[in-house]
């Protein structure tokens, strides 16, 4: 079993960064991919970005392509989004997922995660 854990959500003008953390417990996170993934009000939830289980192979929605980076450290059961030039459209709350054990690889497909955090809010001010 996997639990994962949000946080570093908030309040940010447009422009702004934040950097989002995602605590994992289970020793099957170290053999998952993982993602993040975000809900706006009235909306589906989306994918946004995913990380390979070694971290070397990383994958983005076209909407946070070059303003946000996924990464992890297995070493302390942790994967992050730094999210820069922060919009508007950007508020949501935001997910962390993880795949089931031994599915190592990126996935933008909501169906292919398990596992998913309780989520932590996003509010980017014009």
């Known amino acids: 079993q996997v639990q994962l854990v949000e946080s570093g959500g908030g309040l940010v003008q447009a422009g702004g960064s934040l950097r989002l953390s995602c605590a994992a417990s289970?020793?099957?996170?170290?053999?998952?991919?993982m993602g993040w993934f975000r809900q706006a009000p009235g909306k589906e939830r989306e994918f946004v970005a995913s990380?390979?289980?070694?971290?070397?192979?990383?994958y983005y929605a076209d909407s946070v392509k070059g303003r946000f980076t996924i990464s992890r450290d297995n070493a302390k059961n942790s994967i992050y989004l730094q999210m820069n030039s922060l919009k508007p459209e950007d508020t949501a709350v935001y997910y962390c997922a993880a795949r089931d054990t031994y599915y190592n690889n990126y996935s933008s497909r909501l169906d292919d995660y398990k596992y998913w955090g309780q989520g932590t809010q996003v509010t980017v001010s014009s």
């Open positions: 990380v390979s289980r070694s971290g070397t192979s990383t």
């Open positions: 289970g020793r099957t996170f170290t053999y998952a991919g």
